[in-house]
């Protein structure tokens, strides 16, 4: 695999594609996701560039990934951690890690390795999940008469 800055746009966007192809396919809800939420833009990305992030890691990943007998393309766990390490800063770990999980939650179902990324993501960077809770989901609070109203986190 080659290597990116730490902390650069192309490391943190790398994750964002890798995340993407998880589940062994690019969705169409996924890539929705990135438009609706900006993604690209976030990470300090133009498509262009993310295309090409995409297209590296395909090339990367056809060069250095082990091949199940399905034809499927794996990362080992050490190669994973490879790729987390080159976001060090704890703010862009938990940045990237929402990211990630928009992508996995897109399309309202969990692959086996879109599991094994973020639960290896969550391990190396040390962040529990309440840490990335998406704070603009409503959540609904009790009243003292025991209605529920809406409240914005």
Not at 90 to 110: C, F, H, T, W, Y
Request: aromatic letters at 4%.
């Amino acid at each position: 695999m080659r290597h990116y800055p730490s902390d650069s746009p192309e490391a943190m966007g790398r994750l964002v594609a890798l995340t993407l192809m998880a589940d062994g396919a690019i969705d169409a809800s996924e890539l929705k996701q990135l438009d609706h939420k900006d993604t690209v833009r976030r990470l300090g990305l133009n498509e262009a560039s993310f295309d090409k992030l995409i297209h590296e890691l395909c090339d990367d990943m056809l060069s250095s990934a082990h091949r199940t007998p399905a034809g499927h393309l794996e990362l080992d766990v050490k190669s994973i951690d490879l790729l987390l390490a080159e976001v060090q800063h704890p703010l862009l770990q938990k940045q990237v890690l929402r990211m990630m999980l928009d992508i996995v939650n897109a399309d309202s179902e969990l692959s086996g390795g879109e599991a094994v990324l973020v639960a290896e993501a969550m391990k190396f960077w040390e962040i529990d999940l309440h840490e990335v809770a998406d704070s603009s989901i409503p959540s609904l609070h009790r009243r003292n008469q025991g209605r529920y109203e809406l409240a914005h986190a």
